[in-house]
């Protein structure tokens, strides 16, 4: 019977070298498994904070890319206060996990070769997103697993990204007022067309910061309280007449969002 573990990895950026270190370390290790928990793109401390959360919640090993020193050292005290290992990749990963689970290494050849194929399918998901961001290729949508759609500044890209870190091939297409949606996008039968949207309060304060951040003093529709409200209202509409999944972003982090569209894709497969 195959033992299994919590395995947390935790990373500032895409974790896409983090995810692949750890397969390989997991990978010298005969008839255990890894229950792998993904914390991507952390950093600032509520994000780190609720990683925490679910670590407490599922002890195990702590994995993590982090060059904020501040957060590292939050994160190191946590898992010290849990009594659970955590270290930093380029620390000397396969010696902690070796203890953690009272195993010695196989040293078995070609044992990082099973995640091969995998780790290629995230690379090729990542590509995918990268060429089919924001309505880029969209004659190629029906190659997708997951095409977004949703407002400006409703998480889409960063969503994407770390659908990919999942294998998840997925694009996006906003929804821009008076411009028209391409027709492919209501045609799809493969891919799993899913609608971001979030409060008009919430999208107002991220697009104002944004453009404060752009040095954009100018004002728009695009920062207009009504012209914004009617927005979302167009959008969710826009879900709702063509029986798109829909997924309220305002209080959700870019990690909730991808596990519930994971969960959606795995209820689909479920039926077919």
């Not at 500032?12 to 997991?26: C, H, S």
């Not at 890894?34 to 670590?55: D, F, G, P």
């Not at 920062?223 to 309220?248: G, H, Y």
Request: proline share 4%.
């Amino acid at each position: 019977m195959t033992r299994e573990y919590h395995l947390h990895l935790i990373s500032d950026a895409t974790g896409e070298t983090l995810n692949t270190v750890a397969k390989a370390v997991a990978a010298q290790f005969e008839g255990i498994s890894a229950r792998e928990h993904i914390y991507s793109l952390v950093r600032t401390e509520r994000q780190l904070h609720r990683a925490l959360e679910h670590i407490s919640a599922d002890p195990g090993v702590v994995f993590f890319t982090l060059v904020n020193p501040s957060l590292r050292k939050i994160l190191e005290t946590e898992c010290k206060n849990l009594n659970i290992p955590c270290v930093s990749i380029l620390d000397r990963a396969v010696e902690v996990l070796g203890k953690h689970l009272g195993a010695k290494e196989s040293h078995r050849p070609g044992g990082q070769h099973e995640m091969d194929s995998r780790y290629l399918e995230r690379v090729e998901a990542l590509n995918f997103a990268i060429q089919h961001d924001d309505g880029q290729n969209t004659l190629n949508l029906a190659q997708a697993d997951v095409v977004l759609v949703g407002v400006s500044r409703s998480s889409k890209t960063p969503t994407c990204v770390y659908l990919a870190i999942r294998g998840v091939k997925a694009a996006n297409i906003p929804v821009v007022p008076s411009v028209e949606l391409p027709r492919q996008l209501f045609s799809l039968t493969k891919p799993l067309v899913v609608g971001l949207w979030l409060s008009p309060e919430r999208l107002l304060q991220i697009r104002r910061n944004r453009l404060v951040t752009m040095g954009e003093t100018r004002g728009s529709d695009y920062i207009d309280e009504e012209a914004v409200r009617a927005e979302v209202a167009a959008t969710r509409k826009l879900f709702d007449n063509n029986e798109w999944p829909s997924i309220d972003v305002t209080r959700r982090s870019i990690e909730e969002t991808a596990a519930a569209i994971l969960n959606l894709l795995a209820e689909r497969e479920g039926k077919t």
